[in-house]
């Protein structure tokens, strides 16, 4: 499977389709109206997410993470979930390779990503909120000004 | 559409950007894009060190992409180019030609924030990171940048060669270095 067949689509709540391949742009997503957020290739979903458990539009982070090695070649990875709730995906075309986490990790095909001014919530990588018991913050959090911290239900 | 980003090397007064994506670049004695070339060979001193003229990398996006290009890294496999050769790094914000000699020692100007007055100096005390290959994968370098135009962009990513009496005389090993990036 070629990297470059791989588009996404977002599927709104009334069924329609707002489409990379046809020149959407993530940023214009309609978060409200999402309902489920897929990657696609030619004849196949790769994988589909679906807003569930507490997660929205608003929550949906996509991402294509290009890794080149200086005169080897290049290896593409496409990132999809939800954040901070999970699931995330890490999926890699050409190997077929699919690697689901809950969370962004500290290394990896599933390594932090960059919230952009695109994505609907601002959420703070580094205190990110993990699905369990004991919530882990630590002593003192500052939040640029406008910011808010958002708990998960797990 | 996905961007299409590429590897620079930048050199000369300009400077001038030499694509690095698909080969090689060889550091020496000079301040030139050097493939496999043989010219300007680093010295092996008898004591001290001697520095090969700093290599100034950068990220160009020759298509953009339908959102913005972000969160860069690069880093190295964590090997090393071996005995008495020593690799430092850093960012820098603007570009400043590599410059020293080509005959006489130490040769390359050291870098650091006297030299490269913009590097980062990750390492403290205007030094550049001390060892490239403590960046990998696990633990990359963070360059700062992103894009959303066909540009040249982001940090400069900056390495010298120091090599001390300790190293073998002959052409190293050539090591990968990795740049990432994600994109919307």
Redesign the interface.
Known sequence: MNS?AVFWEAVYDDGTLYR?AD?G???NIDRNRLRSFRLVTPGENIVELFCSNGATGWNLV????????????RQ?WF?VGFVPQGPIYAVQPESLQIVQSDHFE???PLA???P?V?EGEHWDNQHMIYRSDAVLLPNSITLPSGYRLKVGQG | M?AT?I?NRLTGAGPTATP??????RASVSDNPYTTETTNPIPIPAAGTNYSFWVVTRLECTVAP???V??LKWYTDGGGFGTGVTTTVDTATTYVQASGSSSAAPYGNELNTTNYSTISAGGGGGQPYANAFAFT???PLSVTGSTSTVQQFGDRVVYQLEIDSTASAGTLT?E?????????
């Open positions: 470059a990379e020149g742009k993530y940023g996509y991402r294509r993470r290009t890794v080149m090695k200086l005169g080897v070649g593409v990132i500290s290394s990896g932090h990503v960059s952009i695109d | 996905a980003i590897v690095i994506t698909s080969g090689n670049t339908a959102g913005t972000n969160n994968s696990g633990s050539a990968t270095f990795t740049w990432r990036y994600d994109e919307t």
